[in-house]
């Protein structure tokens, strides 16, 4: 019979073999281009089976399976791909009806809140790099990251900037307070052309020619669907504008833009030099 000493000797390298196997078959849906994009970061990327359709950085998530963009992400095609675990954050907007499926259907939902800042990038990092038990990583991440935030310029004339969310001339909206563009323009020490409102609203020729902006900002795709600045300019009230006048556009990757995750400073950085 074997002792008991024996019997603790034995077990120990099956138990911890078998939380290894289990780690390294963890199955990870992303929800969020941001979320993916401190995934991969933190060295698990081997482990994500599945994002959604912002998570374009690095360009290595371009060959997983995707499902959808956050606003209409069906739970169906998430459990198709059969997640350990699903991660969200509380600005993906993916629909309380579509939460409410996944987690009847016994799967693991995680959401994380995701401020759009600098301590909330900083700390998103540090949360997901917690989850996962990877906070050596993480403060690789968050060090990088502050290095970058240091270097954002201070600019010497400030500017009015204004953000045109394009999907060709049939949707065109601007972006108003408490967005991701309008926390990026003061990041940045610019401010936002338009105070009035919230969120995003209709374009229209009047709000533009009030808000006068001297720069607009829009995502490199949506300048793409307006057929480029030329067709920019044809936009009702754009030519009416200082920017439009003097041809002052700036396009940015979106998910880079926005995404306030680990190139946060990287983006306010290439963002400053463009508004110059």
Known sequence: MLSVSRIIICFFPIFFACGLSSAKALRIVSTNGTLSEILVGL???KQIVGVDVTSTYPASLEKLPKIGH?????AEGILALNPDVILYTDQSMISPTVVKQLTSSGKKLVMFKHEYSKEGA???????????NTNAQAEKMVKALQADLAKIPAPSDPKKLLFIYARGTGTLMVSGTGTSLDKMFALTGHTNAVTGFPDFKPLT?????????????????????LEGIDGLLKVPGIANTNAGKNR????????????FGPRLGKAAIELSQKVK
């Open 43 to 45: 060295g698990l990327e």
């Open 122 to 132: 900083i700390k998103l990092i540090r949360e997901v790099g917690a989850h996962f």
């Open 248 to 259: 002052k556009i700036v396009t940015m990757d979106g998910q880079f833009l926005t995404g």
């Open 70 to 74: 956050n606003r209409t992400i069906a």
């Open 205 to 225: 020729a009047e709000s533009l020619i009030t808000a006068n902006p001297d720069v607009l900002v829009l995502f490199s795709s949506g300048l793409e669907s």
